[in-house]
């Protein structure tokens, strides 16, 4: 019945805001470089008339819909370049082009940050922007990140969570962090990323084998979370973010600024910090034991830029704490068993903030230097980074002296150097290489898990790009090369014994992009990448904390190597209906992946056991979205996601994989009056299907089934209200607004655990700007 009511709830509120529109005019704007016609991005479009902005496509463009008939006055604003104006008559549907010079004093930067952090045009990808980031202002980067369609999440009650694409997480998955590649132990799956999305101006997440550009390890595909470019005007500006959640009485408050000295314009500098800070939270029927977080993040930035070239440097300091469910650990095999068929969380408890034992700490160092130099043949970026990551890991003790029984430590020295060629004829591109040492170690006398280790790895790409007049062709390559020396603890003595293991491979792409006509474009591509196998996979060997289990390694792990094909295309109908859909498929050999094993008795409790074993696998789906504009008000959207992933040497289906899902968007917006503008509300309905996908002997090596399939329905609502010229924006979301009772097949804890019930978020975000 709850299905049927969110069917109907959606219907109503598609239909209630129909209506018909007299303006349909729309165009297309391009911008391009005046000298060498060159493509710009990013940039953004704003409109007097409309007081709208729009965001160019990678391509340059961008298409302004339900246009009436008059003139607009168009503001175009690009990094680097100057700002252009012109008043432009409208009278039906038109290609507009618009060629933007460089400001002198700058440099050529717009282009140059194309090519670092969105190399491939063709690569299939999705991308959250400055709006929709504070639309979810408060939460976490994975929350976030599971608006983008294929991306789901792997978590451990609601507390710690990471992304999931399509069907791989942890090792497989990239993330960089201000363009560098995230080094925070990330092999584990209750391990999340630790990243302050506050920081965040532009999230891309990548979809399939990016191996080329970004090294080993994207198999799944790549993260990138940029900030905003530091100012480069004099003057001062930055924002308050506040946000509070009802469901664990959560707030959250970040606040950024940043200064251009008029006296040294070539300087800016910019701090910011955040504080998070939320209690133990309810599903619909109890209370979560110690289900707590706080956080407390903070950043400085600092640039230096002349006409060819620039330095830039960037701290950051990530420090939280996450409790863990107390009624995950449990005693022997009866507890265990009891927990598991218990409705309701045996450990009964309240609201309070504190957070006690089993519990994270987790603190993330990150220090970048970025050097960029602007010669005749191209530009040149350098790029050295310092990690230090320490995780501490609280258990359940007898007599509490205050001690972590697991302190890891993981420092990692990284340098990147890339050349991105000037254009020749139509051909442009870049070289470059990649370096890294990592060293992890723990404290004598903790528990072990995973063993001392160094790692190198040392690499070297080329990435070419021929545009034809509708088309464009890509091509790269790229030779990793990875090491490892462990010293692993043995044996009753426990005598370290030192292992080393030697990795190297080539990754590829290839892709073809054709731009059939002004309304259909199609993709397709072909690429590799390969993947060592962590110290983790090979060597651990005891309790992952977290995740409430025992983790075995396996000494005889192979690399993983990955072929994927993706196609992709885009289609829209008289500028109402817009059909985006990507087809995937990727075979992976020697595949490694947690095979559950036998429950193990411990003197700190019993717990589920999971050994790493190898398979080849094949992992085929779909993503598919269909946009509807009713009018210039109302919009909806629907999304789905497939996912099939098959053990091909036992000819069955992989385990812990999630199931196919679906949602549905309808938002109505509009301006109120000249103090109440960019006011919307919108519902989003979403359904989970339970994963009948699943090893035809699960029942004997997994319990319970994966849970039934669940529907949730979220409200959301804002409005940008102006007082004096000072706009401040405030809106109110409702997760599970239905309070519905279900439980996920990605969660750890679906064996204990209910998810979070409704919760209700109210946020205010107020910029300013002093020029």
């Given at each position: 019945m709850r299905n049927v009511f969110v069917a109907l709830l959606l219907l109503l509120c598609t239909h209630a805001y129909a209506q018909k529109s007299g303006c349909k005019i729309y165009v297309t704007a391009a911008l391009i470089e005046k000298h060498n016609l060159e493509a710009i991005y990013p940039a953004v479009i704003h409109i007097d008339e409309l007081e709208k902005d729009y965001q160019v496509g990678e391509d340059g463009k961008v298409m302004i819909r339900d246009l009436c008939a008059g003139n607009y006055t168009f503001h175009i604003h690009a990094f680097g370049y100057e700002h252009y104006v012109e008043v432009i008559n409208i009278t039906g549907k038109a290609d507009l082009r618009f060629k933007l010079v460089h400001v002198e004093h700058m440099l050529h930067e717009v282009s140059i940050q194309d090519e670092r952090t969105h190399v491939s045009l063709i690569q299939n990808k999705e991308q959250l922007n400055k709006e929709a980031i504070a639309a979810n202002s408060g939460r976490t980067l994975t929350e976030m990140l599971q608006t983008v369609n294929g991306v789901s999440m792997l978590s451990n009650g609601g507390t710690i969570s990471k992304p999931v694409i399509h069907g791989m997480h942890s090792n497989r998955i990239v993330l960089l962090n201000n363009g560098v590649r995230q080094e925070d132990q990330q092999w584990g799956g209750e391990h999340a990323p630790n990243i302050d999305p506050f920081l965040a101006n532009n999230v891309t997440v990548v979809k399939g084998a990016a191996g080329v550009r970004y090294g080993?390890?994207?198999?799944?595909?790549?993260?990138?979370?940029?900030?905003?470019?530091?100012?480069?005007?004099?003057?001062?500006?930055?924002?308050?973010?506040?946000?509070?959640?009802?469901?664990?009485?959560?707030?959250?408050?970040?606040?950024?600024?940043?200064?251009?000295?008029?006296?040294?314009?070539?300087?800016?500098?910019?701090?910011?910090?955040?504080?998070?800070?939320?209690?133990?939270?309810?599903?619909?029927?109890?209370?979560?034991?110690?289900?707590?977080?706080?956080?407390?993040?903070?950043?400085?930035?600092?640039?230096?830029?002349?006409?060819?070239?620039?330095?830039?440097?960037?701290?950051?300091?990530?420090?939280?704490?996450?409790?863990?469910?107390?009624?995950?650990?449990?005693?022997?095999?009866?507890?265990?068993?009891?927990?598991?068929?218990?409705?309701?969380?045996?450990?009964?408890?309240?609201?309070?903030?504190?957070?006690?034992?089993?519990?994270?700490?987790v603190k993330h160092d990150l220090l970048k230097t970025k050097l960029l130099v602007e010669t005749k043949y191209g530009v040149l970026n350098v790029t050295h980074a310092y990690q230090h990551n320490y995780r501490q890991e609280y258990d359940v003790v007898r007599i509490d002296r205050s001690n972590a029984q697991l302190n890891l430590t993981l420092n990692t020295q990284s340098l990147n150097a890339n050349f991105d060629h000037r254009q020749w004829q139509n051909l442009s591109g870049s070289i470059g290489i990649d370096g890294f040492y990592q060293e992890n170690f723990f404290q004598p006398g903790d528990r072990l898990f995973i063993p001392n280790f160094r790692s190198f790895n040392g690499a070297f790409y080329a990435i070419e790009r021929y545009r034809g007049k509708n088309w464009t062709l890509e091509g790269g390559l790229r030779y990793d090369s990875r090491t490892y020396e462990v010293f692993n603890p043995e044996g009753a003595d426990q005598r370290v014994v030192r292992y080393a293991f030697d990795f190297n491979?080539?990754?590829?792409?290839?892709?073809?992009?054709?731009?059939?006509?002004?309304?259909?474009?199609?993709?397709?591509?072909?690429?590799?990448?390969?993947?060592?196998?962590?110290?983790?996979?090979?060597?651990?060997?005891?309790?992952?904390?977290?995740?409430?289990?025992?983790?075995?390694?396996?000494?005889?792990?192979?690399?993983?190597?990955?072929?994927?094909?993706?196609?992709?295309?885009?289609?829209?109908?008289?500028?109402?209906?817009?059909?985006?859909?990507?087809?995937?498929?990727?075979?992976?050999?020697?595949?490694?992946?947690?095979?559950?094993?036998?429950?193990?008795?411990?003197?700190?409790?019993?717990?589920?056991?999971?050994?790493?074993?190898?398979?080849?696998?094949?992992?085929?789906?779909?993503?598919?979205?269909?946009?509807?504009?009713?009018?210039?008000?109302?919009?909806?959207?629907?999304?789905?996601?497939?996912?099939?992933?098959?053990?091909?040497?036992?000819?069955?289906?992989?385990?812990?994989?999630?199931?196919?899902?679906?949602?549905?968007?309808?938002?109505?917006?509009?301006?109120?009056?000249?103090?109440?503008?960019?006011?919307?509300?919108?519902?989003?309905?979403?359904?989970?299907?339970?994963?009948?996908?699943?090893?035809?002997?699960?029942?004997?090596?997994?319990?319970?089934?994966?849970?039934?399939?669940?529907?949730?329905?979220?409200?959301?609502?804002?409005?940008?209200?102006?007082?004096?010229?000072?706009?401040?924006?405030?809106?109110?979301?409702?997760?599970?607004?239905?309070?519905?009772?279900?439980?996920?097949?990605?969660?750890?804890?679906?064996?204990?655990?209910?998810?979070?019930?409704?919760?209700?978020?109210?946020?205010?975000?107020?910029?300013?700007?002093?020029?």
């Amino acid at each position: 019945m709850r299905n049927v009511f969110v069917a109907l709830l959606l219907l109503l509120c598609t239909h209630a805001y129909a209506q018909k529109s007299g303006c349909k005019i729309y165009v297309t704007a391009a911008l391009i470089e005046k000298h060498n016609l060159e493509a710009i991005y990013p940039a953004v479009i704003h409109i007097d008339e409309l007081e709208k902005d729009y965001q160019v496509g990678e391509d340059g463009k961008v298409m302004i819909r339900d246009l009436c008939a008059g003139n607009y006055t168009f503001h175009i604003h690009a990094f680097g370049y100057e700002h252009y104006v012109e008043v432009i008559n409208i009278t039906g549907k038109a290609d507009l082009r618009f060629k933007l010079v460089h400001v002198e004093h700058m440099l050529h930067e717009v282009s140059i940050q194309d090519e670092r952090t969105h190399v491939s045009l063709i690569q299939n990808k999705e991308q959250l922007n400055k709006e929709a980031i504070a639309a979810n202002s408060g939460r976490t980067l994975t929350e976030m990140l599971q608006t983008v369609n294929g991306v789901s999440m792997l978590s451990n009650g609601g507390t710690i969570s990471k992304p999931v694409i399509h069907g791989m997480h942890s090792n497989r998955i990239v993330l960089l962090n201000n363009g560098v590649r995230q080094e925070d132990q990330q092999w584990g799956g209750e391990h999340a990323p630790n990243i302050d999305p506050f920081l965040a101006n532009n999230v891309t997440v990548v979809k399939g084998a990016a191996g080329v550009r970004y090294g080993t390890d994207a198999i799944a595909g790549v993260v990138l979370v940029e900030p905003a470019p530091l100012r480069t005007k004099p003057g001062t500006d930055g924002e308050v973010n506040l946000a509070g959640f009802s469901n664990n009485r959560m707030g959250a408050l970040s606040a950024m600024a940043e200064h251009n000295f008029k006296e040294l314009p070539a300087l800016t500098v910019r701090l910011q910090g955040t504080f998070r800070k939320g209690g133990n939270y309810p599903t619909p029927d109890s209370w979560v034991a110690n289900s707590g977080v706080e956080e407390k993040n903070y950043s400085v930035a600092a640039g230096w830029k002349k006409r060819h070239y620039s330095l830039e440097t960037f701290y950051s300091h990530f420090d939280t704490k996450l409790a863990v469910y107390r009624g995950a650990h449990t005693g022997n095999q009866e507890d265990l068993m009891a927990a598991i068929e218990s409705p309701v969380p045996l450990v009964k408890a309240g609201f309070t903030y504190d957070i006690a034992r089993p519990m994270q700490r987790v603190k993330h160092d990150l220090l970048k230097t970025k050097l960029l130099v602007e010669t005749k043949y191209g530009v040149l970026n350098v790029t050295h980074a310092y990690q230090h990551n320490y995780r501490q890991e609280y258990d359940v003790v007898r007599i509490d002296r205050s001690n972590a029984q697991l302190n890891l430590t993981l420092n990692t020295q990284s340098l990147n150097a890339n050349f991105d060629h000037r254009q020749w004829q139509n051909l442009s591109g870049s070289i470059g290489i990649d370096g890294f040492y990592q060293e992890n170690f723990f404290q004598p006398g903790d528990r072990l898990f995973i063993p001392n280790f160094r790692s190198f790895n040392g690499a070297f790409y080329a990435i070419e790009r021929y545009r034809g007049k509708n088309w464009t062709l890509e091509g790269g390559l790229r030779y990793d090369s990875r090491t490892y020396e462990v010293f692993n603890p043995e044996g009753a003595d426990q005598r370290v014994v030192r292992y080393a293991f030697d990795f190297n491979n080539v990754s590829g792409t290839l892709g073809f992009k054709h731009q059939y006509n002004d309304t259909w474009n199609w993709s397709l591509t072909l690429s590799n990448a390969w993947r060592a196998p962590q110290p983790n996979e090979l060597f651990s060997a005891g309790l992952h904390h977290s995740a409430a289990r025992i983790e075995l390694g396996n000494k005889t792990l192979k690399p993983e190597q990955a072929y994927h094909v993706n196609f992709e295309a885009h289609h829209e109908i008289k500028d109402k209906l817009r059909f985006d859909i990507s087809v995937y498929m990727q075979y992976i050999n020697d595949y490694i992946y947690l095979n559950p094993g036998t429950p193990i008795q411990t003197i700190r409790g019993f717990f589920k056991s999971f050994n790493y074993q190898q398979t080849n696998a094949l992992l085929n789906g779909s993503d598919a979205m269909v946009t509807y504009n009713w009018n210039k008000y109302l919009q909806s959207t629907v999304k789905a996601s497939f996912l099939r992933a098959e053990d091909l040497k036992k000819r069955d289906w992989l385990i812990q994989m999630p199931s196919d899902r679906a949602a549905t968007t309808t938002k109505f917006t509009t301006d109120i009056n000249e103090f109440f503008k960019q006011f919307y509300v919108g519902v989003t309905g979403r359904v989970v299907l339970q994963q009948v996908r699943i090893p035809g002997n699960f029942s004997t090596i997994d319990y319970p089934l994966p849970p039934d399939t669940y529907s949730l329905v979220d409200f959301e609502s804002g409005v940008q209200m102006s007082y004096k010229g000072q706009p401040v924006y405030l809106s109110v979301s409702v997760y599970n607004a239905l309070n519905s009772t279900y439980r996920d097949y990605m969660d750890a804890f679906r064996y204990f655990l209910d998810q979070q019930g409704r919760n209700v978020a109210v946020r205010l975000r107020v910029p300013f700007n002093s020029k």
